[in-house]
């Protein structure tokens, strides 16, 4: 069984995920941008909406993540990344006894620092959140936005919440989920820069 040749520290993944989102940041926040802003519409920011537009929302919303997921493996460059992904398709048997054998290698010699990041990334994701959900519950932003009729009249604060989400802590949580697989799989060379 072979060996992992790069050891994961102990914040490593975190820190691999702050400099691609940092690197990339037009980019992430873009597709960040265009998700939230479908999922902002999808839930009556702007009013109701018929079913085919929600659909269609929909779509674009995942496509935009996929496209932050295709980023990270590609390296900022989307296209890219998904030929690597297509290339998952084109192993062999060989190759994928491989992937198995390095990913349960991995995960057994360094649990503790990928229990540690995964510790790391649970505790900015509650405070990403909760501070999302103080903003809309304790301060005045919402009736702000309903004001200046940045909102709907009619809207709740699901809409605001999800545009917020979308614009941080999903990418954040896309980029480190991908990067996490990569490295246990053994994909590391996608993750150093």
């Not at 839930?43 to 018929?50: K, L, T």
């Amino acid at each position: 069984m072979k060996e992992s040749t790069v050891l994961l520290g102990y914040a490593d993944l975190i820190e691999n995920t702050d400099k691609h989102l940092k690197k990339h940041f037009i980019l992430f926040s873009i597709l960040g941008l265009i998700a939230g802003l479908g999922r902002f519409v999808q839930e009556g920011g702007w009013g109701n909406i018929n079913a085919g537009l929600l659909t269609l929302l929909e779509v674009i919303v995942n496509l935009a993540r996929l496209l932050i997921i295709f980023a990270v493996i590609g390296r900022g460059q989307p296209l890219a990344g998904f030929n690597h992904f297509l290339a998952i398709f084109r192993l062999r048997k060989s190759d994928w006894l491989d992937t198995w054998s390095n990913f349960k290698n991995n995960v057994r010699h360094h649990f503790l620092a990928i229990l540690v990041n995964l510790i790391i990334y649970v505790i900015v994701a509650v405070i990403t959140n909760i501070a999302i959900f103080a903003t809309l519950e304790y301060s005045p932003l919402l009736n702000w936005l309903k004001s200046a009729d940045l909102i709907s009249q009619s809207a709740g604060k699901w809409p605001v919440i999800l545009l917020l989400k979308n614009i941080s802590i999903i990418p954040f949580t896309l980029v480190f989920e991908t990067l996490l697989v990569m490295w246990i799989v053994e994909r590391n060379k996608t993750i150093e820069e």
